[in-house]
């Protein structure tokens, strides 16, 4: 090979392209940032419109029905999903995969647009935005003062130390969430109204008036201009109370003769608590292409220099830093990597017998991997668990080209011992080079439907593919030009005898000539091997239906969360009494090291839903190291703590956190959804689903998402009577939402902050179904009446929240599994569901990770049927042989079922990540065979000798290179499989999985292949 002989004859040149190649990685690995996850962009956007005090019903009818039918028209749309719940909607709209979502989002704004004018007029503006898991929060903060009252504390937090986190390099913005928002409060007393004849809208109307600062215009005195400014903005409270509302003959009415003005706050919606005492938190998301680990460090920076400026008795603490767990997570795979490698090294010292030898590969490791972390920074891939992953599996494959080289190197120079050894590196270079060369494309062959096919799981394991790729593509060109350089430098300085001089090679060499022994009487009872090896294929179909399985593994990063449902209808402080009797688990747990609560809300995403009668608390075990219990552990732990707990109507849910930054589909496991055009009778249908769910001994945590009990006073107004009084529908329906909700009147000012002007019927004055009766009204005619005089107000119920697909209204069951797999729990509830009888017309769908794992299914499937058409094709253009690459793919599912076994052994179910580790075994089972048989190809038709005796001899001759490019990708992946460390839960299955196939490889390699080639190749060189 050309290349071989220029690198070997100029040393110098070669030795200083790669330095230069190694200090441009080293400097592309101290700027590749650090992540959990690779950059993944979702072709989902979001659409959230907010309506402050809008009932499921009313968001149904007047925001879903309107937005929806223009969103389904959006090209490329696969599905779409709202939910309604009291003031808020939130529709999904989810396109295919491979869809821009850039363009996407443009079609949605658009679609926006079109929907905007049949929007009612008192909602707040849509927030559309993209799905990205990148711009999740970094770290969240608490603050919290036992000194300062919860509405001085989030004002300080608002006004101060917002702004001074927003200026840090890479913070996109921030949430706060809890403590008590300042506002000014105009209570009014209904009863002054009517004795003064006062009406809401003249109130608001003099608030608004009497509180303006504008610019006049502009006077020029002499050589000067100046500039005339009314300046009347609310300078105090008692200027609001002062403020004249009527003449009357008896004399003037003031805000302050009906109404008592407070500074004040708005209503308790959420409460927020660290470790039990009450806060503020303070969410910090980052700019989409900012580092993680960066920002994070950033803000804790700033944080420790403002400390000096904080107010006395102000405390910060801390929810959740993204930066320690991504850290503590790659540096357990990281460590995982290195203890690899030094397997590897120490194996191939062990075969080859020489240290010389040993310090080649020594030397070409550290230069591939180095190299590639600067391919990495061209392609703006960062360090996360996905890429660090592939670059364990590659450090277990990446020396396989070079081992083959050395020892071929090595071999030739023991057969001939007087040549130069500088040519006997450029032959034994030569003489490998096809094989090693269609191993290596026949490898990135097989990666390759990653890149073409769609999907989450190609989105996923799309930077580790490609860092595998590049790892392979950099180590064949290190073992054509490096490798064979340095043996040719070193090996120059050593007997050509060193091959052979230890105890282990010696013994190398009675174990080769017992292994064709072996292998000779196996190859004459040759359909017996192979009979005994597919009754191997034959006991899956045992073990598959007892295989659990997965989309990702739970992690064991102790993060738990508490979720609490309360009846419909429980106020706030019900919740909380509830979330504070669970807290009371917590206090002095050696294991927990906080816990933050919130009551009155859910996040999801990016926001902080209100939801009255439900909360959570967000449990952080100290690290993995200093606790006796897995996560899942301490779950089964405080679940029947909790149970015990017996929240009246209600439940509370103990379950692990999902992973942040991949696609959530629904809050559960397990969600089955049930659509149909009779809502009651769907509703029916869901309660019967969840009674079955619960008798089922695997799942937890279930309840309906449309709860059809939340009690409501509805107003039905008489319409002959109040046409009569002249008095619409709108105008009552205005009235009560501006007395009952508040209606903002203007804005107060201090400082550079504006705060709310409520005008507003006090809480406490409103708590029975009088006090909604005796609401006064304005009459067109003159005078006042009550809302009593033209409606009557029933109490009835109504839905929490409306969940619709595709327009098409729907009830989801949401459960978790428990005591088992995702798939085996979805199993088991199918066979149930399919004894239950259901109507004509009703459709049962199932999402969460079912609906992924149906996803992964699909994609998996594919990939594995493309890496083997692509293996295929490279194979048999390589050879220009279709008899070679048909024995060396027709060993492939032996091996996978090695696989299959090892993970049923260790318990571990099948997901996403374990198709890494098959696509591996398959790899090496190409690389293995195109070892074996490409040679014994060779000696068949070079040699003029029988397939039976050119398969021994190639057998014979091949069986160290053979065994060291297995065996080192098995030790390689030990420590990855034994998960002893932090971070590598998620990569666990995919290398117990690959140690599984490889220890099958084994024996096909050693005498499945030898077989097949005999058996398909006969003596009269017909191909089979």
């Known amino acids: 090979m050309r290349i071989t002989d220029s690198s070997v004859k100029r040393r110098t040149a070669t030795s200083v392209i790669v330095i230069a190649l190694v200090v441009l990685g080293s400097y592309g690995l101290w700027r590749i940032p650090l992540n959990f996850l690779p950059d993944i962009t979702y072709p989902l956007v979001k659409v959230h419109i907010y309506w402050p005090g809008a009932t499921p019903e009313e968001i149904d009818k007047s925001l879903a029905d309107p937005v929806e039918r223009q969103l389904a028209s959006v090209e490329g749309l696969d599905y779409l999903e709202s939910s309604a719940i009291e003031g808020m909607y939130t529709a999904l709209v989810n396109f295919e995969y491979g869809v821009d979502v850039n363009v996407g989002y443009q079609d949605v704004l658009a679609a926006m647009a079109r929907a905007a004018r049949n929007l009612p007029e008192d909602i707040e503006p849509p927030i559309i935005i993209k799905a990205d898991p990148s711009q999740l929060p970094v770290v969240q903060l608490t603050a919290s003062s036992e000194q300062w009252d919860l509405v001085k504390l989030r004002t300080w937090v608002e006004d101060w130390l917002q702004d001074r986190l927003m200026a840090v390099p890479g913070v996109a913005g921030t949430e706060i969430v809890g403590g008590l928002k300042r506002e000014i409060r105009v209570h009014l007393d209904a009863k002054g109204v009517e004795k003064y004849q006062l009406t809401l809208a003249n109130v608001i109307k003099r608030l608004r008036e009497e509180n303006v600062e504008q610019f006049g215009g502009r006077v020029t005195v002499g050589p000067r201009e100046y500039i005339a400014r009314t300046v009347g903005e609310y300078d105090n409270l008692d200027q609001i109370k002062n403020v004249l509302l009527a003449r009357k003959d008896e004399g003037k009415v003031f805000v302050g003769d009906v109404a008592n003005v407070e500074d004040s706050h708005e209503d308790v919606r959420v409460i927020t608590r660290l470790d039990g005492k009450p806060c503020v938190k303070l969410s910090v998301l980052k700019q989409a292409d900012a580092n993680t ?46 203890e690899g490698a030094i397997l590897v090294i120490l194996i191939v010292y062990v075969f080859l017998g020489s240290w010389r030898q040993a310090l080649v590969m020594a030397l070409a490791l550290p230069v591939t991997m180095v190299v590639n972390f600067g391919l990495m920074k061209i392609a703006g891939f960062s360090l996360n668990i996905f890429s660090l992953g592939g670059l364990v599996v590659a450090i277990s494959v990446v020396l396989d080209n070079s081992i083959v080289v050395i020892e071929n190197i090595t071999r030739l120079k023991h057969e001939q011992p007087d040549a130069p050894l500088d040519r006997v590196a450029v032959t034994a270079t030569a003489e490998v080079g096809p094989a090693i060369v269609a191993a290596t494309l026949s490898f990135i062959a097989i990666f390759v439907p990653f890149l073409i096919l769609p999907g989450l799981v190609s989105l996923l394991f799309r930077e580790l593919i490609l860092v595998i790729a590049g790892v392979v593509i950099i180590s064949l060109i290190t073992a054509v030009t490096f490798a064979p350089m340095l043996t040719s430098a070193l090996l120059g300085r050593t007997s050509p005898h060193d091959s052979e001089s230890t105890r282990f090679q010696r013994l190398f060499s009675r174990v080769t000539e017992g292994y064709g022994l072996v292998l000779e009487s196996i190859l004459r009872r040759r359909w017996i091997a192979v009979g005994t090896l597919c009754a191997v294929l034959v006991g899956l179909v045992i073990v598959l239906p007892r295989m659990g399985t997965e989309f990702l593994p739970q992690v064991d990063d102790g993060r738990i969360m508490v979720k609490v449902r309360l009846p419909t209808g429980a106020s706030v402080s019900e919740t909380d009494k509830a979330l504070r009797r669970i807290e009371a688990l917590m206090e002095d747990d050696p294991l927990i090291e906080s816990y933050f609560t919130l009551v009155g809300g859910k996040v999801w995403g990016l926001y902080t839903y209100q939801i009255a009668n439900e909360g959570e608390i967000n449990i952080q075990l100290v690290p993995r190291h200093d606790r006796n219990l897995s996560t899942n552990e301490y779950v089964a732990r405080l679940r029947p703590a909790a149970a015990k707990i017996g929240i009246p109507g209600g439940k509370a849910m103990v379950m692990p956190m999902k992973v942040k930054g991949i696609r959530k589909l629904g809050d559960a496991d397990i969600e089955l959804s049930i659509r149909g055009p009779d809502t009651t009778l769907i509703f029916e249908l869901a309660q019967r689903a969840a009674g079955i769910m619960n008798k089922l001994a695997y799942f937890t945590n279930v309840y309906v998402s449309m709860d059809m009990t939340k009690p409501e006073y509805q107003i039905h107004v008489d319409r002959k009577r109040s046409a009569e009084l002249g008095v619409s529908i709108s105008d009552v329906a205005g009235s009560v939402k501006a007395l009952l909700h508040g209606a903002v009147a203007t804005k107060y000012r201090e400082g550079q902050r504006y705060y709310n002007v409520r005008v507003v019927i006090p809480e406490q004055e409103m708590t029975t179904r009088q006090d909604l009766e005796n609401l006064v009204l304005e009459c067109a005619q003159g005078g006042y009446l009550r809302v009593r005089d033209l409606a009557t107000v029933n109490q009835a119920v109504g839905p929490v929240e409306i969940v619709r697909e595709d327009q098409v209204k729907s009830v989801v069951v949401r459960g978790d599994a428990s005591g088992t797999t995702v798939g085996q729990a979805l199993a088991e509830l199918k066979d149930a569901l399919a004894k239950m009888k259901r109507p004509t017309g009703y459709e049962f769908t199932f999402g969460g990770q079912a609906l992924m794992m149906a996803d992964m299914k699909r994609t998996t499937t594919g990939i594995l049927a493309f890496a083997l058409f692509f293996a295929f094709v490279v194979l048999a253009v390589q050879f220009n042989s279709l008899k070679l690459p048909a024995l060396i793919l027709g060993s492939v599912p032996f091996c996978l079922a090695g696989l299959i076994y090892m993970l049923y052994l260790t318990g571990i179910p099948l997901g996403a990540t374990v198709l890494i580790g098959a696509l591996v075994v398959v790899a090496a089972t ?32 091949r069986l160290r290179p053979r065994l060291m490019t297995t065996i080192p990708i098995i030790m390689g992946l030990i420590p990855l499989a034994l998960n002893i460390e932090d971070g590598g839960d998620m990569l666990q299955p995919m290398a117990v999985g690959a140690i599984g196939g490889l220890i099958m490889l084994l024996p096909v390699a050693l005498f499945l292949m030898p077989c097949l080639y005999v058996i398909c190749t006969p003596e009269k060189n017909s191909e089979c």
């Open 293 to 338: 680990v960066e920002v994070a460090r950033a803000v804790n920076r700033k944080i420790q220099e403002l400390q000096a400026g904080f107010p006395e008795g102000v405390q910060i603490g801390m929810v959740e830093n993204q930066a320690e767990y991504i850290e503590a997570a790659l540096t357990g795979v990281r460590n995982a990597a290195v």
């Open 926 to 957: 190409v690389n293995e065979g195109v070892l074996l048989l490409t040679f014994a190809e060779e000696l068949r038709v070079r040699d003029r000798l029988s397939a039976f005796d050119a398969v021994i001899a190639g057998a014979k001759i």
